[in-house]
């Protein structure tokens, strides 16, 4: 009898925990050196003085990400020595207009839009509990955060 709960207790255990949310090769809570041997050399540690530090944390891990014949700066946010948010950066303008379909395609439509100067969407991916904020800056190119979720532990007031 318990031989036959265990594959289910298994697949309970793996569905119902947050450490499926994630980006790409990392996994949310990550320290700079695991995310950079996650990287398999595309990542490498930066300085964390060489950037000032923001209300998201402290860049520690810069490098390299292609994704559909694009490639786009990325960056690690630490908070308190985990990972909190991916950056990543396309100067290309061309490329934007690509990212934004390709965001589409992946998780329908945002949940919310802005436009002005700068025109941001923003994405809840219940799936992998991130959300994703897309920014396009006009000529100037265009980026990409991936953050996990809130949690009702994490959400304030």
Request: glycine residues 8%; aromatic residues 8%.
């Amino acid at each position: 009898m318990i031989r036959k709960m265990m594959p289910i207790a298994f697949v309970c255990a793996v569905f119902a925990s947050p450490a499926g949310a994630h980006w790409q090769y990392t996994k949310w809570g990550m320290t700079p050196d695991q995310v950079v041997a996650a990287s398999k050399g595309a990542v490498h540690r930066v300085d964390p003085a060489s950037d000032a530090t923001l209300p998201i944390g402290i860049k520690e891990a810069a490098g390299t990400y292609a994704a559909n014949g694009r490639t786009m700066r990325v960056s690690f946010w630490f908070k308190a020595g985990r990972l909190n948010e991916v950056h990543l950066a396309q100067d290309d303008a061309g490329a934007c207009m690509a990212v934004t379909r390709d965001l589409t395609a992946v998780f329908g439509q945002p949940t919310s839009r802005s436009s002005g100067l700068v025109s941001t969407s923003v994405w809840r991916d219940k799936v992998r509990s991130n959300r994703v904020q897309f920014s396009d800056w006009g000529s100037s190119g265009c980026d990409l955060i991936y953050a996990p979720l809130p949690t009702a532990q994490s959400t304030g007031l």
